[in-house]
């Protein structure tokens, strides 16, 4: 189980912190990402954080996003965050936790059916 927090609505320039808490004690192993989806769009990956057993894996984001946005993960806490900083109004979406198991030769699945689990969504809305 994924619960997603931490939406809400922020001015244009500010930031928020989305955070994804995994239930389950094998946390480590799952490949975890954020989407988002918003109306009338198809829902695209924002970022993803290879499984790390010890590290806490390596990071992949969209190019939209790219110095704005910092995936990170607590093993300890089975937890999974997004920094999002500079918001603007194109950020504002619904935006989905992931987690899958499988191997991925990238390191990563890039689209929304590669990822098993999914949490709840939670609404960033960024006004001009």
């Known amino acids: 189980q994924l619960v997603e927090s931490g939406g809400g609505l922020v001015q244009a320039g500010g930031s928020l912190r989305l955070s994804c808490a995994a239930s389950?004690?094998?946390?480590?192993?799952?490949?975890m990402a954020w989407f988002r989806q918003a109306p009338g769009k198809q829902r695209e990956l924002v970022a993803a954080?290879?499984?790390?057993?010890?590290?806490?894996?390596?990071?992949n984001y969209v190019d939209s996003v790219k110095g704005r946005f910092t995936i990170s993960r607590d093993n300890a806490k089975n937890t999974v965050y997004l920094q999002m900083n500079s918001l603007n109004p194109e950020d504002t979406a619904v935006y989905y936790c992931?987690?899958?198991?499988?191997?991925?030769?990238?390191?990563?699945?890039?689209?929304?059916?590669?990822?098993?689990?999914w949490g709840q969504g939670t609404q960033v809305t960024v006004s001009s």
């Open positions: 954080i290879t499984r790390g057993i010890t590290r806490g894996g390596s990071t």
């Open positions: 992931a987690a899958d198991r499988r191997w991925f030769d990238s390191g990563y699945g890039r689209t929304q059916h590669d990822y098993t689990y």
């Open positions: 389950g004690r094998t946390f480590s192993s799952y490949v």
